[in-house]
T-cell receptor
Framework: TQLLEQSPQFLSIQEGENLTVYCNSS?????LQWYRQEPGEGPVLLVT?????EVKKLKRLTFQFGDARKDSSLHITAAQPGDTGLYLC???????????FGQGTELSVKP | KAGVTQTPRYLIKTRGQQVTLSCSPI?????VSWYQQTPGQGLQFLFE???????NKGNFPGRFSGRQFSNSRSEMNVSTLELGDSALYLC????????????FGQGTRLTVV
């Protein structure tokens, strides 16, 4: 059973387009992290959201945590080829340091 | 400061052998977690160590084990390797126990033939 469902699984867009990635669950999380991973490398932490309804911005990336702390979204404005990679959401449920990962969204931005 | 260091980066082993992977966390970080990443299952939690004690364990067979040393460095061991153990093994370090803001190493790519 996948506790965190990410959609879409694959996304191929042109440079300059906007996109949104979703991370949904029926479970409540105490916090949620977003990571970006490039081939052959480990995931790199982008942001952590903790409070329901919280919105964080990182340059062209906007992250939102749902009011009920069950879902999150990542919006990228004016995507660039450098944004290409695997985007992973990961939730924590007050079980120590254990993170539950979504399956990931493979993003390809073409010039 | 230096990030999380995992060694070796690549490893090829034969079915039935055992393997030990190493992880050095970020300086000052005391919690180390291990994850297995495969195309089919994604990232799955193996275990978490803090103060040389296993604090949390995922749903993996007993062939997977680990330990942490007094300097916070950690090793994981997989015995009696199976083809399905082929994966990217990732180590993540956190400042304290239960801190879910994790920083990952580059991983060890294990191939079992």
């Amino acid at each position: 059973t996948q506790l965190l469902e990410q959609s879409p699984q694959f996304l191929s867009i042109q440079e300059g387009e906007n996109l949104t990635v979703y991370c949904n669950s029926s479970s409540v999380f105490s916090s949620l992290q977003w990571y970006r991973q490039e081939p052959g490398e480990g995931p790199v932490l982008l942001v952590t959201v903790v409070t329901g309804g919280e919105v964080k911005k990182l340059k062209r990336l906007t992250f939102q945590f749902g009011d009920a702390r069950k879902d999150s979204s990542l919006h990228i404005t004016a995507a660039q080829p450098g944004d290409t990679g695997l985007y992973l959401c990961a939730g924590a449920r007050n079980q120590g340091g254990k993170l539950i990962f979504g399956q990931g969204t493979e993003l390809s931005v073409k010039p | 400061k230096a990030g999380v260091t995992q060694t070796p980066r690549y490893l090829i082993k034969t079915r039935g052998q055992q393997v030990t992977l190493s992880c050095s966390p970020i300086s000052g970080h005391r919690s180390v977690s291990w994850y297995q990443q495969t195309p089919g299952q994604g990232l799955q939690f193996l275990f978490e160590y803090f103060s040389e004690t296993q604090r949390n364990k995922g749903n993996f067979p007993g062939r997977f084990s680990g330990r942490q040393f007094s300097n916070s460095r950690s090793e994981m061991n997989v015995s009696t390797l199976e083809l399905g153990d082929s994966a990217l093994y990732l180590c993540a370090s956190s400042l304290v126990e239960g801190n879910t803001e994790a920083f990952f190493g580059q991983g060890t790519r294990l191939t079992v033939v």
